[in-house]
DNA sequence: GCGTTTCTGAGGCTCAGTATCAGATTGAGT
DNA sequence: ACTCAATCTGATACTGAGCCTCAGAAACGC
């Protein structure tokens, strides 16, 4: 720290906190542990003690990072769902809402079938576990937040309307796709790409 | 089973054991007073010592009929899954899967509209509680499973393959739909009948 | 009736998650 | 460089869900 004054050019276009930066080390290596010792172990047969222990991080601290045991694997799912919307956002307006989200999917199928043996172990926890599926689940409610304003504007509808279920509809059907075609990826221990299955998914729907 | 011979037809027809009705008649008060509770203090506000001592039953005892406490309101759900996965194969062939699938879910339309006020408020606090929200999702992948048999029996494709995505995500879909008309009518407090946003909602797949 | 099985209540235990509090560290203001 | 306010941390204790064990009581089969 001593070495702030020379290095203050740096610190000034880099980092709007310095602390900042600690919390995103940290959190960063609070999911390599947590993941792996849910991989090794299972994740009921994992404590939070444990990690705590493992990270160097009081139980208490570590529940400022993560409210939950589930968030410190999940978490990261929200910045994928992120990634999603903005794909969907970024497909040109030619293209069906439909057609367009399977695009965007891509952003999933890429990242998965770039280190598939690690994508498989994570998806297989995910749904072998009741809690983390749930709370999976969850997340995915909030991509369908994400995703749903663009939905409707592509649809040509208002959102916020409560009895325009339209943008709901699509985006879960679409969600329920990309969780057939993890699945059945998962089954078939990654024999058949994900992108496949996920055309598949989708195209069951519109035949 | 003495009086088999005697009355063979009577215990045949209704008591398979005198014990059962016990049980199915706790079960069914446990269910009751947790209902109440639930929507007068909230889910969170609600231990289950309170619904124990309510019911007049140990808290051991309590989970010995429901695994979890969230199961005291959600296990219903199973019996309601079965009727629509009757209904479902009780649909003739000639319609498509999409279109069975609407018209088996006016099971659930038909009830929630038969007592409109009641299954608001409890559509309102599964959807407003985390813990019930997740776990009402773990019941309906339960209905898929119910639901995939016939599904893949009626798209021509055999079950219990892998790589066979189509029923999944045809009853995933579906489901996704049934959960967006379900939404919007408790955002709409109702205005709209259930049965019009359902079909509104799997319209919007078919198009 | 009698033995067997099942159910019950009581108590203790683990673990997730929350709240409080005192001490340490960082960042800003001067 | 010094100080003050805000934040972060660890320690501790607490609540509540869920599991397990054990001894007694009920119901079932004979």
Redesign the pocket.
């Known amino acids: ?1 001593t070495d ?1 004054a020379g290095a203050s050019a740096q610190s000034a276009t880099k ?6 930066r ?2 995103a080390t ?1 959190r960063k290596e609070v999911v390599e542990v947590a993941l792996r010792l849910f991989i090794e172990q299972g994740f ?1 047969g ?7 222990g493992e990270v ?16 410190m694997v999940l978490q990261g799912l929200e910045e994928t769902g992120r990634q999603i919307a903005e794909a969907f956002a970024a497909r040109p307006d030619t293209e069906r809402p439909w057609e367009a989200l399977r695009r965007a999917f891509d952003v999933l199928t890429r990242t998965n079938e770039a280190a598939p043996e690690q994508a498989l172990s994570y998806l297989r926890m995910l749904q072998e576990t009741p ?1 983390l599926r749930a709370r999976h689940f969850e997340k995915q409610l909030s991509w369908q937040a994400m995703l749903e304003p663009e939905i409707a504007r592509r649809l040509g509808v208002s959102a916020d309307q409560p009895e325009e279920v339209g943008p709901n509809a699509l985006s879960g059907a679409a969600l329920a796709c990309l969780d057939a075609a993890a699945t059945g990826w998962v089954a078939c221990e990654g024999a058949v790409p994900l992108a496949v299955l996920l055309d598949r998914a989708m195209g069951t729907l519109t035949e």
């Not at 980092?15 to 900042?20: D, T």
């Not at 994992?46 to 705590?52: F, G, H, K, L, P």
């Not at 160097?56 to 990072?65: C, D, E, I, K, Q």
């Open positions: 720290m702030s980092p709007p906190g310095l602390r900042e600690m919390r940290v009921d994992t404590t939070v003690d444990q990690i705590a160097g991080l009081s139980r208490a601290s570590l529940f400022r990072y993560f409210g939950t045991k589930e968030d809690s």
